[in-house]
C-alpha cells in the first residue's frame, strides 16, 4: 500500500460563472467543515480561535478568487481549474 494518493477533484474548462459558483461551493463545504468541528467537539479556545482564523483565510482567499475570475476572465470568458488533493497516510505508533 502507498502511503500518498492523489485525487483529482477537478479538471476542466468552465464559464466564468460556472467557475466562480464551484470555487465558492468548494470554500462554503470547507468552511462548514470547520464549523461543525467548533461545534462538536471540546477545544481549548486557543483550537477555536484557530479555526477561527482559519475560516477567516477562506472567506478573503474566495473574495479574491472571485475577484480575479470577474477581473480575468470577466463575464464571457472561461476558466480551466484543476484540483488535486493530495492525501499523505501517516500511521500511529
Given at each position: 500500500?502507498?502511503?500518498?494518493?492523489?485525487?483529482?477533484l477537478i479538471?476542466?474548462?468552465?464559464?466564468?460563472?460556472?467557475?466562480?459558483?464551484?470555487?465558492?461551493?468548494?470554500?462554503?463545504?470547507?468552511?462548514?467543515?470547520?464549523?461543525?468541528?467548533?461545534?462538536?467537539?471540546?477545544?481549548?479556545?486557543?483550537?477555536?480561535?484557530?479555526?477561527?482564523?482559519?475560516?477567516?483565510?477562506?472567506?478573503?482567499?474566495?473574495?479574491?478568487?472571485?475577484?480575479?475570475?470577474?477581473?480575468?476572465?470577466?463575464?464571457?470568458?472561461?476558466?480551466?481549474?484543476e484540483?488535486?488533493?493530495?492525501?499523505?497516510?501517516?500511521?500511529?505508533?
Amino acid at each position: 500500500m502507498t502511503d500518498q494518493h492523489d485525487f483529482q477533484l477537478i479538471n476542466g474548462r468552465f464559464s466564468s460563472n460556472e467557475a466562480e459558483l464551484l470555487i465558492s461551493e468548494l470554500a462554503q463545504a470547507k468552511i462548514q467543515h470547520h464549523m461543525r468541528r467548533i461545534a462538536w467537539h471540546d477545544y481549548a479556545e486557543e483550537d477555536i480561535k484557530a479555526l477561527e482564523v482559519r475560516i477567516r483565510e477562506i472567506e478573503t482567499d474566495l473574495r479574491e478568487t472571485i475577484r480575479l475570475i470577474k477581473t480575468t476572465a470577466g463575464p464571457e470568458g472561461s476558466v480551466d481549474i484543476e484540483g488535486v488533493i493530495r492525501m499523505r497516510f501517516v500511521r500511529q505508533v
